[in-house]
């Protein structure tokens, strides 16, 4: 092939989505000595003689030396069927190419604390920035001719994915996948700075990496909300609240059924009925060997209240706090003559130390005391 090309310069028409491009586009070219290759601003170019990388050509005008003499390439084409000194250029754009999308395949099985074993799938965009072109050609583009960020997006992608979801199991351990979402910029960087070696060796730099947004299941998404509601509503996070939840909105479902007025109120009166029943249903579910009452099953026993607690008193006897004494004690301290209707007593509830005799509470110890034994001194002697 003869490509009689005297300047070889790249004018990049594709909207930003061609990343290489090659002169001539396919095999090579019998360039003669002194041609001269134009590299503009955001390019470089990787000029190739006879198959092998000579030299990555900076921003700027460059003379290529290409061993074909014009006059003496004529005498080798006598003897050769082709030019045997042929060279071509790959142009290289430097820029950043965005807008490069990459998703999980499979979903990535983790381990929540709180829902077991949950599929998550994730999906983000990233950029990537060609920094070494000579390793880029060599390991990418190569002789299959990839030149489009379309193709080096494929290329690129299941690297990505994969230390994503190595990443991402490392971070969920003791967590929940509740917290992701809250976690995607923190990720992000983790992902961007654990790839750099795998995109260096391509002379390849992973200029940004998004993640935009991580897919729960829609049973956990659910869950969620339900749990959600509940604590709207004031109910606790256990079982009951479930259960109680569920019995409002059988009662709010029942009574939005169609009918009229007779129908609302039957579907009123049932979904009350549900609600009262409710609480039987999950005594039962809790306690299989226990029935309802009327249906093959004794009722259970109310329990009785508890015993009520006595009241005790702190008495100051012979100046100092003792007690605290029930009634019955304080009785057999009046007997002993420790007590008197002028002895100071203090219980929980009182503002202040008061006399026994004004405590309502200690009326009966001393309606109950005995009277003073009599006299025993003599009758007086008679005058």
């Known amino acids: 092939m003869s490509l009689r090309l005297e300047v070889l310069k790249w004018e990049d028409n594709s909207r930003g989505s061609r990343m290489v491009q090659r002169i001539p586009a396919q095999g090579m070219a019998d360039l003669k000595l002194g041609a001269r290759c134009i590299v503009q601003e955001g390019q470089a170019a990787v000029f190739f ?11 700027g005008g460059h003379t290529l030396s290409t061993e074909n003499i014009p006059l003496v390439s004529k005498l080798y084409k006598l003897v050769y069927k082709d030019a045997p000194f042929q060279s071509s250029v790959y142009f290289v754009s430097m820029k950043p190419f965005r807008d490069m999308k990459w998703g999980t395949k499979e979903p990535i099985l983790l381990e929540d604390t709180k829902f077991g074993f949950v599929n998550v799938r994730a999906f983000g965009k990233f950029s990537i920035r060609i920094t070494d072109p000579k390793t880029f050609i060599s390991e990418v583009v190569g002789t299959e001719g990839r030149q489009d960020s379309t193709d080096i997006e494929r290329w690129f992608k299941d690297v990505v994915c994969a230390r994503f979801s190595d990443l991402v199991a490392e971070f969920m351990t003791g967590k929940s996948v509740v917290q992701l979402q809250s976690k995607r910029d923190e990720i992000a960087v983790a992902t961007k700075a654990r790839t750099a070696d795998d995109f260096q060796k391509y002379g390849v730099e992973l200029y940004d990496f998004l993640v935009s947004s991580i ?22 996070g256990g079982g009951q609240g479930y259960m109680q939840m569920m019995a409002a909105q059988a009662m709010r479902d029942a009574a939005q059924q169609p009918g009229g007025a007779v129908g ?11 609600g009262m029943m409710m609480p039987n ?6 306690n299989p060997g226990m029935g309802a009452p009327g249906m093959g099953a004794p009722a259970m026993a109310a329990a009785p209240p508890p015993l009520p607690t006595p009241v ?22 009046l007997a002993q003559g420790q007590l008197t209707p002028e002895t100071l007593v203090w219980r929980n509830g009182m503002a202040a130390w008061t006399p026994a005799a004004q405590v309502a509470e200690l009326g009966q110890v001393f309606a109950a005391a005995p009277p003073p034994l009599p006299s025993m001194a003599p009758p007086p002697l008679p005058g």
């Not at 008193?313 to 301290?333: E, N």
């Open 49 to 59: 003689r006879n198959g092998q990388a000579m030299d990555t050509l900076k921003p």
């Open 215 to 236: 897919s729960l299941p829609e049973s956990v998404k659910e869950a969620i909300n339900q749990r959600s509601q509940m604590g709207a509503l004031g109910l606790g």
């Open 264 to 274: 609302g109120m039957m579907g009123a009166g049932m979904g009350l009925g549900m």
């Open 281 to 286: 249903m999950m005594n039962q579910a809790l």
């Open 312 to 333: 005790t008193f702190h008495a100051a006897i012979g100046g100092t706090q003792q007690g605290p004494f029930d009634v019955a004690a304080l009785q057999g301290l």
